[in-house]
């Protein structure tokens, strides 16, 4: 059994004890999450999709930790102008540990 959701601006397809890394969530480490955007789900007796979510359905997860995903680099420059600049980011991220799909 799995399930497609809407997690921090994206789709992840999770499935029971599975762990995601989503964009910084405003939930502290050790809690509880609760996920509600569930765009489809897949089990025994078939497939169910939402418009735009299904209902009655929701994942449950933990948050496990916040940290800084890994760095990118970028260079940008403007030809015949001697104009050069480099730069790096991190992204803010959390890991979500799936614990049980309810409602299926």
Do not use: W
């Not at 929701?58 to 403007?78: C, M, R, S």
Request: charged residues 35%; aromatic residues 8%.
């Amino acid at each position: 059994m799995y399930a497609i959701v809407n997690a921090g601006g994206k789709q992840f397809k999770v499935r029971k004890d599975d762990v995601i890394q989503v964009y910084r969530l405003d939930t502290d480490e050790g809690e509880q999450l609760v996920l509600d955007q569930v765009l489809m789900v897949c089990d025994d007796s078939g497939v169910k999709v939402g418009k735009p979510y299904v209902e009655g359905v929701k994942v449950e997860g933990k948050v496990l930790k916040h940290f800084k995903g890994v760095k990118i680099h970028g260079f940008t420059y403007k030809p015949k102008k001697d104009e050069r600049r480099r730069y790096g980011h991190r992204q803010y991220l959390t890991s979500v540990k799936i614990e049980n799909i309810v409602g299926v």
